[in-house]
């Protein structure tokens, strides 16, 4: 119910800044944080929630990238060229997944790390020029209807996960989680649930680097394939709290707006600092944000 | 001396022994006998180190044992010939034997000890170039007897030797343990091969659930209600 | 004479891969812990091999014996900074995490080495670095040659440490029953610790021949750890020989698809043959089960 009330209150907080401001860099800065909410949940929600390490999210990211850019420059209106970007994404996904899901171990992320390096490396040969928008939509650039997707894609794919979790579906996938073979045991296939999760977390993931091919002017058609979106995606996740549906809300608050302040001094150290901070809470503090911030009300509730 | 005292030990909330009081002095060979997850396996892990206990306490010659590392226990004498054997299949028999030798203690006798397991065991002389995996069963079990002697113990644990083997070569085993023990070696063997066993041993423990639940001589266990009905079954009946 | 001449090539920077994919296939053999930094700690080695040279004029190849116990600390370091604590849990949540940390240690290098030394290429060159021995019609770079020589020696180096040394049995030991090692008397912490700083210093080794023949820059990192899988998954684990011949195997594919595709896909071609040994044989081409 607080979490409720908690989302409500950020929609409504997000949604109407643009109403108070006209500020480009701040709304620019939410823009990223709610591509960072997606990027972020959508890994959780095979990541945390059903325990399969994605090392290539890139990969999904730069499909719908390219496919979405290239339809959308190319005339289509963005509403149809989003959705072919996400189902591509959703396809390289069950690709990997399919036979990778019925080993154990590492296979899943070694394989998704592999796919992403071969299309970042293929697309790098094949489109090695900067990809710009055209002329006719340059003039008209809007960051508004950027930063209202955007902000739509964060509800959306918060509320997916916070609907699909408690759900029969989302139980199966926690289960699996859990413990596989017991999981079978009672009648809950787990490849089937590996795959759903996997289906919606890489076409989530397209949607959102369709929706950076809508936002960003220009780029190089391989930078989103590259790994640091993973890293993104991973470091959010984690330091936000994996497996929770505010976890990467948090992190991707905490993440994006840091790395704005950081970023003043040396590019590369905020690098630094977050995958410190990164493997120490894998190491030593799995809850992350989440769970500090539920220590430290406890702490105040039991001292007042 | 070993000497266990209200041994607690347990798998996260699932409590595989409670209480447990043991004792084997020296130069005595002591059986455990029970039924299937009784907590047989577990008692002889923990006294190895491989599991530590909940409660309860376990000593050896006069030193507390039940928090030491696995290496610390071989160290001091203990060895545990473990169920199923856990032979290293990729290496050839020599090389089980020398690195049941491991311990410092162990590597300067090393020479002399192989020496002795091969006397105990010539068929392992012989295929001491093969690889472990490709060895019988009777031939595993030596080897895994031998490779526990090669870190000099005092005190040999052994869990279910007879699982699998045809009765000769159980029997050939169990010559060789009483020929160890009358050399002074103290011994604790879990067997399911309870006949055999009580005949071989000087005391034995009944353990069931978890909890000791009988105790007494070798022979007069024989006798005993609860093992008669258990575990001998029509030789029993027949018997009485 | 095209083919053949990239062929030889191929061969020749195969027995590198095989080299990386020996440290790594270490580790994860005895540990069960997939250190996804391990291109990293390669890089680490390149630029020790480099910043040695270019500072203090010391020979690369001699520059290694500074290298691999420096590399050999770094692993120490890692182990107990790091590892030990992912090696505290069963199989299935130990590969998880180290994939984790491995992740993590991957930025943190990167970004450190890219702090420290910039994003700029570099590469050693010395006196003899251009010299070719003329085979038939073929050059044969005499360095690239010495560093495949060099690495078969240190794989069979290691190898007869695994095989004869009581440390090296122990390892093995361990890697195949960590429990049944144990009741030897082998303390698995200390194994596991000197394992993974023996892979580390393979990684350092390795490196440093990356720098003597190829350019080296804080980026490499990803691509070696991929070179590294690859063959980890062509060969299979446990056999260093294998790692070798896997290496070569990437090699030559990779130097088929230069002379048929062309050079950019150059990489491409390795790791599509992965995805496909994956998908279809993945405990490898010779392996056991990994």
Redesign the interface.
Known sequence: MKLLVAGILFIAVFASLPLITTRSDLLNLGVQIFLAVVLAQSWNLLGGYA?Q?N?GHAAFFGLGALVTRTLWVGGTPLILALFPGALVAMLFGLM?GV??FR?????F???T???A??LR??I??LMPQISTIPVRELASYNILPRYYLTLGMAILCVVLVALLIPSRIGLGIRAVREDEAAAEATGVSALRHKLLALALSTALSGLAGGAFAYYHVSYYPQHTFS?AWT?DA??IS?IGGVGTVHGPVLGALFYVILRELLAVK?V??H??I???L??FV???FPGGLVEAWRRIRRMIARST | MLEIKNLQVAYGPLVALHAVDLIVRPCEMVALVGPNGAGKSTLLKTISGLLRPRAGAIRWQDETIDSAPPQHIVERGIALVPEGRRLFAAMTVRENLELGAFTGRAQQEKRTQMERVFSLFPRLFERQQQSAGLLSGGEQQMLALGRALMSLPRLLLLDEPSLGLAPKIVESIFVVLSELHRAGMSVLIVEQNVHAVLELVQRAYILEGGRIVGEGEGRQMLDNDHIRAAYLGPLARGAS | MILAQQLILGLLVGGLYGLAAAGLSLTFSVLRVLNVAHGELIMLGGYGTFWLFTLWKIDPFVSLLGVAPAMFLLGLLLYWALFQFVVKAHEETRIKNSLLIGFGLTLVLHALAIRFWTADERAVTTAYSGAVLRVGGLAVPWLRLTSLLFAFAILAALHLFLAKARWGRAIRATAEDWEAAALMGIPVGKTYLLAFALGTALAGIAGGLVSISYAISPSIGLEWTLKALVVIVLAGLGSLFGSFAGGIILGLAEAMSVVFLGGPYREVVGLILFLIVLVVRPQGLFGARA
């Open positions: 325990g390490i090392l990997i036979p990778a080993l154990r171990g590492a296979y992320a070694i394989g790390l592999g796919l390096e071969i490396i293929t790098g040969n790994p890293f991973v470091l984690y040396l590369e150290f690098l630094i977050f995958g410190t990164f493997i894998v190491l030593f």
